[in-house]
Nanobody, 112 residues
Framework: QVQLVESGGGLVQPGGSLRLSCAAS????????MGWYRQDPGKQRELVGI???????NYADSVKGRFTISRGNAKNTVYLQMNRLKPEDTAVYYC??????WGKGTLVTVSS
C-alpha cells in the first residue's frame, strides 16, 4: 500500500521561501513519476510540477523560474523548493505518485 506524507507547509511573507517534502512508502516508488499539485478553495486542483523517474521535470508556467522540484537519492522522497512566493501561491499542496496516489496535503499561506 502506497502512502504519501507531505510536510513543510506554513505561513510565509510574499517574496519568501518554503521547502515542501513528501515521503513515499511502498515498494518500487522510485520507478514512477512524482509531482506536486495545489488547490485553492473553490478552484480545480492544478499541476505545479512533476519529476519523472529519470529526473526530467515539468512545471506550470505560473511557477517556472521560482519553484524547483527534486527527488532524494533513494527516489522515494520528492521536494518542492518554492522561492519568491506570491499571495496567489496560497493553496493546499498535494504530493502525487504516478498520477494515482495522493497525500493529504499541506497548507501554504503567503501573506503579509
Amino acid at each position: 500500500q502506497v502512502q504519501l506524507v507531505e510536510s513543510g507547509g506554513g505561513l510565509v511573507q510574499p517574496g519568501g521561501s518554503l521547502r515542501l517534502s513528501c515521503a513515499a512508502s511502498g515498494s518500487s516508488v522510485g520507478f514512477y513519476s512524482m509531482g506536486w499539485y495545489r488547490q485553492d478553495p473553490g478552484k480545480q486542483r492544478e499541476l505545479v510540477g512533476i519529476i519523472s523517474s529519470d529526473g526530467s521535470t515539468n512545471y506550470a508556467d505560473s511557477v517556472k523560474g521560482r519553484f524547483t522540484i527534486s527527488r532524494g537519492n533513494a527516489k522515494n522522497t520528492v521536494y518542492l523548493q518554492m522561492n519568491r512566493l506570491k499571495p496567489e501561491d496560497t493553496a493546499v499542496y498535494y504530493c502525487n505518485l504516478n498520477r494515482i496516489f495522493w497525500g493529504k496535503g499541506t497548507l501554504v499561506t503567503v501573506s503579509s
